[in-house]
């Protein structure tokens, strides 16, 4: 019997999965929440709770940080700067904004890249640039499985 599956490998299962808002099926359409949802699916064959219907800017109105608040209900948290392949990144896109894009760690540094999901590119794996390493707040793993 094989062993399981990392989250980044099933992650790159989902690239080439075209961005659609609020979708989490590998083919047809996921954003970076949704890839997130269908990796969690493949991992532990259901998801860790309902997501709501939720619009482009959710959660920015009111200043919550939703992501963020889901992300410690069901993952592990670790220090910022101690991600590993696997590992869940939340960003910030703009400073004193919520944290609102996440993505799945696929190789580590030098060379460093994530697995993510975004508007006009769809899932892609994408090198951990300077410009991308500064918008982290928030590092995850994924829960042990029993």
């Known amino acids: ?17 075209p961005y659609v808002h609020q979708a989490s099926r590998k083919g047809a359409g996921a954003d970076c929440l949704g890839l997130l949802r269908g990796v969690w699916r493949e991992l532990y064959g259901t998801e860790p ?16 940080e939703r992501l963020w ?44 890249s994530f697995i993510h999901s975004y508007s006009g590119h769809g899932v892609v794996e994408s090198p951990l640039s300077a410009p991308w390493r500064r918008r982290i707040v928030a590092a995850f793993g994924f829960p042990i499985q029993e």
């Not at 959660?59 to 919550?64: C, D, G, N, T």
């Not at 608040?69 to 896109?93: C, I, N, Q």
């Open 1 to 17: 019997m094989s062993p399981p599956m990392s989250p980044q490998e099933v992650a790159r299962g989902w690239i080439g999965t």
């Open 69 to 112: 608040a889901a992300a410690r209900r069901h993952l592990v948290e670790k220090p910022v700067r101690e991600f590993a392949p696997g590992d869940v990144l939340l960003f910030r896109m703009r400073a004193g904004s919520v944290a609102k894009h996440l993505g799945i760690v696929g190789r580590p540094a030098p060379g460093a």
């Open 49 to 64: 709770e309902e997501v709501p219907a939720y619009s482009p800017d959710w959660s920015e109105p009111q200043r919550e």
